[in-house]
């Protein structure tokens, strides 16, 4: 496999953060880019942008909400699937699957479950019982295959600064966490965690309290490989650089390089 870097990204709002996310493309170059958290239609997508960039775009809109993309430098995304199975109903825009240098990429936006309980929380784990199953298939399809996205959840407490506030959040809850074990327990290959065993690592500064500057993080974007793509991993980390550029989302993108096998 020739080396390749795959990033997730949630944007929090494309057209707002435009520069800021050309910025980062320009910069640190990944060959493949998922974002979530689009919040503009399919018509209001900069594709004109992003594509004089030199990627070219499959996206999933939605009126100011949710909306996830998958970039792909000097190539055009493969559309394999728009929506997740088993949520053929769900009108949010959240799941999308191409085949993009030679991996299926899918790129997901899970919901964030707050507040719980409630509707909101059983829809998270709804979303996420189905992606489960869907993911069962992804991971023995003989493909490299990633799993890359939003999905607001935090693992473990090394995965977050101080649990203890956020004790009755969506993200933490024991139900999130089984459901994010079990993809572990499938086969999939947590990417930063298993190159970085001990070390807090946040993708994630809220935008209150001081969040940035005491680097009170979360990790909630994750970047899961199943066997035919985890021999290939080579380094992983996140651009923490660019959560502090003026007008930055509250995530910073993850990412992963690929090589050969290991």
Request: glycine residues 8%; proline residues 7%.
């Amino acid at each position: 496999m020739k080396t390749l870097k795959i990033a997730t990204f949630n944007i929090n709002g494309i057209r707002s953060r435009l520069p800021a996310l050309l910025n980062w493309l320009e910069r640190e170059q990944p060959d493949i880019a998922c974002l979530q958290e689009l919040k503009a239609t399919d018509q209001q997508f900069p594709r004109h942008d992003l594509e004089m960039a030199g990627y070219g775009c499959l996206h999933q809109g939605q009126p100011s909400w949710n909306g996830v993309a998958i970039l792909a430098r000097d190539s055009e995304p493969l559309e394999v699937r728009r929506g997740l199975p088993g949520m053929e109903d769900d009108p949010q825009s959240r799941y999308l699957e191409a085949a993009v240098h030679g991996v299926l990429v899918a790129c997901l936006y899970l919901p964030n479950g707050n507040p719980q309980p409630g509707p909101k929380f059983d829809y998270k784990l709804r979303w996420f019982e189905c992606l489960i199953d869907h993911a069962k298939g992804l991971h023995g399809n003989g493909h490299p295959t990633v799993l890359a996205g939003d999905f607001n959840v935090v693992p473990t407490d090394l995965d977050i600064y101080d649990p203890r506030s956020w004790q009755k959040d969506a993200l933490l809850q024991p139900e999130s966490r089984a459901c994010y074990q079990q993809l572990l327990e499938v086969g999939w290959v947590d990417a930063i965690r298993h190159l970085h065993p001990d070390e807090r690592v946040y993708t994630f500064w809220d935008y209150f309290r001081n969040h940035w500057a005491r680097n009170a993080g979360l990790r909630l974007d994750h970047l899961l490989l199943n066997p035919e793509l985890a021999p290939y991993l080579k380094r992983a980390g996140v651009d923490a650089w660019v959560r502090n550029q003026v007008k930055a989302s509250d995530h910073a993108p993850a990412w992963i390089e690929l090589g050969g096998r290991r």
